[in-house]
């Protein structure tokens, strides 16, 4: 459950919240896998989602800044809001897994979790 939660260490670092499921993930890889399952998913979801997508909001926005002088710009301005949206989408999928996995359901999200287990599993 933490592990997913970490997302929530982004409001206030901005960045570190990879952190905590990293952290998670190197104290309990050999004493749960359901522990090291959760907290590598959380993990790399984090880097996708949070730390990817706002990177690419940001050259997205510094792009259409760079447009909106020719005009063209501010056309991408709704395309710029809606990637900009990317981290705080994943904020809400990461507590909805905290809230799966708190009460014992096995959660896993969307295209990570699989690659994740297959990865564990060997």
């Known amino acids: 459950m933490f592990a997913h939660l970490g997302v929530l260490v982004n409001l206030v670092s901005g960045i570190l919240g990879p952190v905590v499921p990293l952290i998670i993930y190197m104290v309990y890889k050999d004493r749960s896998r359901y522990v090291a399952y959760h907290s590598l998913q959380a993990l790399i979801f984090q880097l996708i989602w949070w730390v990817g997508g706002g990177i690419l909001a940001g050259v997205v926005w510094f792009i259409t800044s760079l447009l909106s002088t020719v005009l ?51």
Do not use: E
Request: glycine share 16%; aromatic share 12%.
């Open 72 to 122: 063209i710009g501010i056309l991408c301005i709704p395309i710029a809001c809606i990637i900009s949206a990317m981290p705080l989408v994943a904020l809400g999928y990461g507590i909805y897994g905290g809230i799966q996995t708190s009460q014992g359901q096995d959660f896993k999200y969307w295209l990570v979790g699989d690659w994740v287990r297959s990865t564990l599993t060997g």
